[in-house]
């Protein structure tokens, strides 16, 4: 016994010592550039690589649709980390320039869309003129492009990004409720709009306010008719036929929605950060954002939030730290990197950096860091 209780002490000291080193430099972005640089090192080693070697480093159990989401996800949220990368360390740029396009590259590969062609029978970008969503996949390539315009990238994407965004805009005007499904299943999951309505907004700022128009009916429809009565939450789920809200809200597709929304309306996102901290902060056994605010789930696995532990979900406490970062939260900020810290245990070597969660699941790592750098809006 006396063994046993000794080297649970000496684990929790070394945990508590590893933890303390490894944020140690948190609090401005000048002292977190090292660990920054070296956490973008290791994700382009694992996702500017090829179709298959990135969709290979995607959690097998999860099936082949979700691999490829997640995978897209990866794409999306370290183009992200790079473009911010670029404006805030500028020496940097043209390095995030090169693998962006490699990324943006890999997202459009057969291989990468194929699970969005499954879904919808038919190949996302073979019809880009007709009637089907595919509204993920191709608010994300869209908003991936806008970045790398953003940063000064050239223009061999500019037909695609016409294109998608032209399709994108056409498709949420023909609905009557300015949404459309991620999947032909009858929801609408509306931090995948978002993901629209931001590329959409991006675009707008580039070429003289096309689309605006959309994006504001789109935001001000948000503020009237998907708002949660208990909550003052942005709604995380619509049904298709009608609109209506459904399920509960979830805490990580609120602190998501919170993340897209600072990008475009930052006192409408400052109202919905104090709701979501209101609601979904939790602060026992550590800071995180909670999945569910009328519940308890002491223990559980979705496959948007993560494996759920005494209440807290993984992507929302990841999202929550963009909300925190983007709204200049920086004492939460701080607090939330160090439940990340707690939960993912940094290893770096060989001049790469990378909590020990990514060899699990590498969009979390890829959504980590995206989020802990100052989104730099397109205006």
């Known amino acids: 016994m006396i063994i046993i209780l000794f080297a649970i002490t000496l684990l929790i000291v070394v945990k508590v010592l590893w933890v303390g080193c490894a944020t140690g430099g948190l609090g401005s972005f000048d002292s977190e550039k090292k660990g920054i640089i070296l956490r973008a090192n290791y994700l382009t080693s694992k996702v500017a690589t090829s179709p298959q070697g990135l969709l290979d480093e995607m959690t097998n159990g999860i099936g082949a649709q979700f691999q490829g989401e997640w995978a897209l996800y990866s794409c999306s949220m370290t183009t992200a980390a790079l473009a911010n990368i670029a404006i805030l360390y500028p020496q940097n740029k043209d390095l995030s320039i090169k693998y962006i396009g490699q990324i943006i590259d ?3 590969s057969p291989e990468i869309r194929e699970y969005d062609a499954y879904s919808w029978m038919e190949d996302p970008m073979e019809g880009i003129y007709g009637d089907m969503s595919h509204i993920s996949y191709y608010s994300h390539i869209a908003w991936m492009i806008s970045r790398y315009k953003q940063i000064g990238g050239d223009n061999r994407y500019d037909d695609i990004y016409h294109s998608l965004c032209k399709a994108m805009n056409r498709r949420i005007r023909q609905s009557p409720y300015l949404n459309l499904p991620t999947y032909p299943d009858g929801y609408i999951y509306i931090p995948d709009m978002l993901v629209a309505i931001v590329a ?5 700022c580039q070429y003289d306010g096309k689309y605006s128009t959309t994006v504001n009916m789109w935001i001000e ?5 998907w ?3 208990e909550t003052g939450l942005v709604a995380s789920i619509l049904l298709e036929d009608n609109g209506q809200i459904v399920m509960p809200i979830r805490g990580s597709y609120s602190a998501l929605n919170c993340y897209y929304l600072s990008q475009i309306d930052s006192e409408f996102a400052k109202e919905q950060y104090d ?3 209101k609601h979904f902060k939790q602060s ?4 995180g954002i909670k999945e569910y605010h009328n519940t308890t789930c002491l223990m559980g696995f979705d496959i948007d939030a993560g494996p759920i532990i005494f209440n807290l979900s993984p992507s929302g406490t990841a999202f929550a730290i963009g909300c925190a970062t983007s709204l200049d939260d920086m004492a939460y900020r701080r607090q939330l990197l160090k439940t990340a810290e707690i939960a993912g245990s940094t290893v ?9 969660l990514a060899n699990w699941a590498l969009v979390g790592e890829a959504i980590t860091l995206a989020m802990r750098k100052l989104e730099c809006v397109i205006k």
């Open 284 to 287: 026992v056994p550590i800071d």
């Open 200 to 204: 959409l907004h991006n675009y707008s």
């Open 227 to 229: 708002i949660d009565k």
């Open 106 to 108: 890999i997202a459009l």
């Open 221 to 225: 429809k948000a503020k009237t008719d």
């Open 275 to 277: 709701c979501l901290i």
């Open 348 to 356: 770096t070597w060989f001049g790469k950096s990378h909590y020990l």
